[in-house]
């Protein structure tokens, strides 16, 4: 009696994880190669750093699609998604406040809501869990909607998007009419930084608090 061996899998190649992971990568030297223009105090080099902001903004959305069309998505490629989604986030907050942009406090806050929150995030991903998909940390209704919903992802996103580039604009702005030249797109940044900030805690809260329940869970036994 002969067995039948099992269909063989194909493999999944570590070149073939190149390609999201260099748009990855790609899109967080765009930000540092940004954020180095807009200090730069001339109307060409911020109006750069808008434009390439604008690039790094849409390989955010390729790495994910570039990912799915090739079947790779992972949680591995989720966790290198929103590491770089934080180095990304913190470099331009603390850029605008070096530049004076906005107040320093909105840098502080942004970047140590990032760092606790995704420290609980890593704990839950030892357990199972992941930020967002079917394996979502959230433990309740209200907690998926704020922080792992398309709905609330996307609404953050846009109130980031809308204060990174107007910020950038507003370097621009000034560097070639000055002050006063500025100042209904400085109105218009402020609304969108303070949008921004209430959106982060507000999705940064529910983490935050659920972190208790992943405190208590025993460690997965080592294999």
Known sequence: ????????????????????NAI????????????????????????????????????????????????LGSKLGAVLDITADRVVE?????????????????????VTRSVLVDAVRGLALVHGRTAFGDSTMARSGLSHFLTASRAMRNLYGVAKVSAFMLLGIV?????????????????????????TVALCIARGLPVLLEARAYLALPEPAEV
């Open 1 to 20: 009696m002969t067995t039948m061996s099992p269909a063989p899998v194909p493999a999944v190649t570590t070149r073939s994880y190149r390609v999201p």
């Open 24 to 71: 990855i990568l790609g899109r967080v030297v765009l930000a540092f190669v940004a954020c180095a223009l807009l200090v730069q105090g001339s109307v060409r080099a911020a109006l750069a750093a808008v434009v390439l902001t604008g690039i790094a903004i849409a390989m955010d959305a390729l790495d994910g699609f570039a990912a799915r069309r090739m079947g």
């Open 90 to 110: 913190q470099v331009y907050w603390i850029t605008f406040a070096v530049a004076d942009l906005v107040p320093l406090w909105v840098a502080l806050v942004i």
């Open 171 to 195: 370097v621009a702005v000034r560097a070639g009419l000055g002050a006063p030249g500025a100042r209904a797109l400085e109105t218009a940044a402020t609304v969108a930084v303070s949008a």
